[in-house]
């Protein structure tokens, strides 16, 4: 019995291990073409939204247009910061499942395991966009935020 949950428990763990290079693939084949996908978005949204302000007689079929790529482009930013999001909040429960199983009536080999996977879980996994900025609903506030700010400035450039 006791080999067949040291069994399971390098089979967890060795998920866990093949997740996080998974992850690691996924970041170094898409992170880079990420970035720019936001920073593409970025400008789109905050040079549609000047547009809109700039637009002397609104046309409905225009503006309507506008305003639908405006959101597409802004559900694009999104859907990654959401997904990036649940990851790292996914990866923070790991420690707190691992301690709340019945480690205490299992082996020593289990409990040096479990010990070292929450050692290890408590680097959270991650998603970044270039390496340069985390995947996270705060990065998305943060893009928001910075459309809003060229926005503002090229409005202002323009009055």
């Known amino acids: 019995m006791a080999s067949t949950k040291g069994t399971l428990h390098f089979e967890r763990y060795s ?88 480690w205490f009536s299992n082996t020593e080999r289990f409990k040096r395991g479990l010990q070292i996977m929450m050692i290890r879980a408590h680097r959270p996994l991650t998603l970044c966009a270039g390496r340069i900025m985390l995947l996270s609903l705060d990065t998305f506030m943060q893009i928001m935020r910075m459309s809003y700010s060229i926005f503002t400035v090229l409005q202002g450039s323009a009055a």
């Open 15 to 102: 998920s866990i291990s093949k997740k996080t290079c998974f992850i690691s693939e996924i970041q170094n084949i898409f992170g880079t073409v990420i970035f720019f996908q936001f920073l593409s978005n970025c400008m789109i949204i905050c040079l549609i939204a000047f547009n809109v302000s700039q637009i002397n007689v609104y046309i409905p079929a225009v503006l309507i247009g506008m305003l639908t790529y405006m959101c597409c482009m802004t559900y694009q930013i999104f859907i990654f910061c959401w997904h990036g999001n649940e990851l790292h909040l996914h990866s923070m429960r790991l420690v707190t499942a691992a301690y709340s199983n019945n």
